[in-house]
C-alpha cells in the first residue's frame, strides 16, 4: 500500500515541476510566473498537503516507517513549501544553491581530521563565507582580501556591512587590493 502512496505523492510533486517547466518555456517572470503559480499549483499544494493531513491521521500508517517520516517531515514544514505561492523570485525547490554548496558536503570528510574543534569551526566559518560569496557572484578571494582588510578601519556598528551581500552592494565596485594582486 506504501508504495503506491508514494507513486501518489510523487505525481502530487512531479506536477508542480510541470507548471514550474511551462514557466520557464514561456519564459515568465514577476506577477506573470506569480499567477500561473497561483492558477495552476496553488490547487496542487492544497489537496497535496490534505492528503498529507489524511495519510497522517490513519491508523495504519506505523509511525516509525520511511513513509511516516516522509510525511511528517513534509507536513512540519509546509508554510516554508509554500513560499514559492508568493514570490516570483523563490523557486520551488533548493538544488541551485545545494549543487553552488557542494564544496561544504564535499569537504565534511576532511574535516574531520582537523587538529582541534575549534579549527574545524574556523573552516566551516571560512568554508560557509567562501560558499556565500559564490551564490552572490562574488569572487571569494577579492572578498577576502577587502574585508581582511577593511575590518582594522570598519565601524563596529556597521560591521553587517562586511557581510557578502551588503559587501557586494557597498564595496565590490572598488575592494580594497592586496600588494601582491598584479595590475591591471
Known sequence: DEPEKVMLALSFIR?????EEQIRNDNLTGADKLNQ??????????TFFTWVERELENADLLPRSPFAKALNYVYTRRSALQV?????????????????????????RNWLFCYTELGAQ????????????IL??????????????RVQIHPNHCIQQLTPREWKMNFMDNPLRS???PAV
Open 15 to 19: 506536477a508542480l515541476y510541470a507548471v
Open 37 to 46: 503559480r497561483v492558477e495552476n499549483s496553488k490547487a496542487t499544494v492544497d
Open 84 to 108: 514559492f505561492l508568493g514570490d516570483p523570485d523563490v523557486p520551488l525547490d533548493t538544488n541551485h544553491i545545494e549543487r553552488r554548496i557542494r564544496s561544504i558536503a564535499m569537504g565534511r
Open 122 to 133: 574556523q573552516v566551516g566559518i571560512i568554508q560557509s563565507l567562501i560558499s556565500t560569496c
Open 136 to 149: 552572490h557572484d562574488i569572487h571569494p578571494y577579492d572578498y577576502l582580501v577587502d574585508v581582511l582588510q
Open 179 to 181: 600588494d601582491i594582486h
